[in-house]
């Protein structure tokens, strides 16, 4: 949110150099590079718009009328408004309804989410500032935004002199795309093939979103042929792609564009598998994309064997957990391990079992699990629920019980000691000294409910919140109807008594 800090001061704000070439159509002009920046502009704009048709705050009507004119043009014989900047056919119609009329109910593509991300991040930072009747706060954004945005504008005649000019400041340092860097150089390359290859181009785009073509050319890169950081990819793939074998090249990369989009947002269409799409949702709830790396060499090696390719994928989830989510060890060595083993695999030096024991090799060992997970906290809340809805079902099928559900989006989240307790609550943390702060986000404060939740109650203090409990079958909530009361120590013991079940469950 630099742009909402630049309004409180009395200075211009340089948004860096853009590259643009002319348009095939009259009057419009194409963005090679800085697409990105522009788009992010317009969703705050579009947010402050909305925000303010919900206000009472003085000038209002004006400010959407102005905010209006700079985001889109009408059509005088149609009235139909058009957006000043047009991006790619995978996301101009979602991103002209989020532009235009506020509309954000993203459908698949991964870009849509980004999309509503950026305008939902934007509101939640504004809203508070705007409701407050904050009118100089609306006054300076918008005289940041039309006054003092400052760019260096590169104006070239054709996609060739554009790789050009990318390169030259590519050279001398300055952050440009990679994606348009890889772009303009695969159709300078490209001869007869140019017009296939551009085709080809955009299909990927739109496989894996605007946003995310610099992260994939990355990932597809380091799990085809060598560790590589970001800055050096272009001259890299500049260094193995030529005239020659750049029409295999495009082809192999929209292949696997098909497969990193389905990890990013699983269909059905592509995987045609529920277990397997259920644990890519898994992975999504996890956050952690650098495992894309080695699962696109694993799913060209090991798809048609799906036995193997679920085995090696449960053990992945597993690892990352373990790694990642709980011990929160190095990320950047991740990047090197994922890298050789996917490169071996695609070279078939290595099999199915040795994948495994490659992983298990980094996986924490079973003390430093349970010892980092004894004082874990969770401040989110899907991540939470993932968590305990798998301990609870895990409980489950030990007893030779059903599963209640496997959908987190089917239970709700409950904190033991609230994150706003009442009076009964505050009073009790006096007494017994406790900071209240150091246990509402621990996972031995949290549990889930099913039908049972009372959202009436869920602030209240622990003796009247326990009806909840015990109205539950799920045996994750056992514990808590037997105490009488609800502090550090059983925090910490029942903490401790999860912990050691997620260890035994996520045993890579």
């Not at 630099?2 to 211009?12: A, G, N, Q």
């Not at 029409?247 to 497969?259: D, G, N, S, W």
């Not at 003390?367 to 489950?396: C, P, S």
Request: include cysteine; glycine fraction near 4%.
């Amino acid at each position: 949110m630099d742009l909402c800090e630049s309004e409180e001061k009395d200075k211009d704000y340089f948004i860096g150099s853009m590259v643009f070439t002319p348009h095939e159509v009259k009057n419009k002009i194409k963005i090679l590079d800085g697409q990105q920046r522009f788009a992010t502009i317009l969703l705050l704009l579009s947010s402050l718009r909305d925000i303010l048709k919900q206000s009472t705050i003085e000038g209002g009507s004006e400010w959407i009328e102005e905010i209006n004119r700079i985001i889109y043009t009408i059509n005088v014989p149609t009235r139909v408004k058009n957006p000043k900047l047009e991006l790619n056919r995978d996301d101009k119609i979602f991103f002209d309804k989020v532009v235009i009329d506020g509309n954000i109910q993203a459908s698949k593509p991964h870009s849509h989410k980004l999309i509503k991300e950026a305008y939902n991040f934007f509101k939640d930072k504004i809203s508070g500032k705007v409701d407050k009747g904050k009118e100089k706060f609306v006054e300076n954004i918008l005289d940041v935004i039309i006054n003092k945005l400052l760019m260096i504008k590169i104006e070239v005649d054709s996609d060739d002199n554009a790789n050009m000019i990318f390169e030259t400041l590519n050279d001398r340092g300055l952050e440009l795309s990679v994606a348009n860097l890889v772009r303009n150089y695969i159709c300078s390359i490209s001869a007869s093939d140019l017009e296939s290859v551009i085709k080809i181009w955009e299909d990927i785009v739109d496989q894996v979103g605007d946003y995310n073509v610099t992260r994939f050319l990355r990932h597809f890169w380091i799990s085809s042929y060598e560790l590589v950081r970001k800055e050096e990819l272009y001259k890299k793939l500049k260094n193995k792609v030529n005239t020659k074998n750049v029409k295999v090249f495009m082809e192999q990369l929209y292949e696997e564009a098909a497969i990193y989009s389905n990890l990013n947002t699983p269909t059905h269409e592509f995987w045609a598998d529920s277990e397997i799409e259920s644990m890519i949702d898994e992975l999504n709830i996890l956050k952690v994309e650098q495992i894309y790396i080695l699962l696109l060499a694993l799913f060209k090696r090991f798809y048609d064997r799906k036995d193997s390719f679920k085995k090696l994928l449960k053990t992945l989830i597993n690892f990352i957990f373990r790694y990642n989510t709980i011990c929160g060890l190095d990320p950047k060595v991740l990047e090197r391990l994922y890298s050789d083993i996917s490169i071996r695999v695609r070279k078939s030096e290595i099999g199915e079992n040795e994948v495994i024991k490659e992983i298990k090799k980094s996986s924490p060992s079973k003390d430093q699990f349970i010892a980092t997970f004894r004082d874990i906290e969770i401040n989110n809340g899907r991540l939470a629920k993932y968590i305990l809805l798998k301990i609870n079902n895990h409980i489950m099928i030990r007893q030779g019980k059903r599963e209640i559900t496997t959908n987190v989006n089917e239970v709700n989240l409950e904190h033991v000691i609230p994150r706003k307790p009442d009076k009964e609550w505050e009073e009790f943390f006096k007494r017994n000294n406790i900071n209240k702060g150091e246990l509402i986000y621990r996972i031995g404060n949290m549990t889930i409910l099913y039908k049972e939740y009372n959202r009436k109650i869920a602030n209240k203090f622990f003796d009247k919140k326990k009806e909840m409990y015990i109205k539950s079958e799920l045996p994750l909530n056992e514990s808590l109807k037997k105490y009488k009361e609800f502090g550090i120590k059983e925090v910490e013991g029942r903490q401790q008594e999860i912990g050691v079940i997620a260890e035994e469950l996520w045993k890579v």
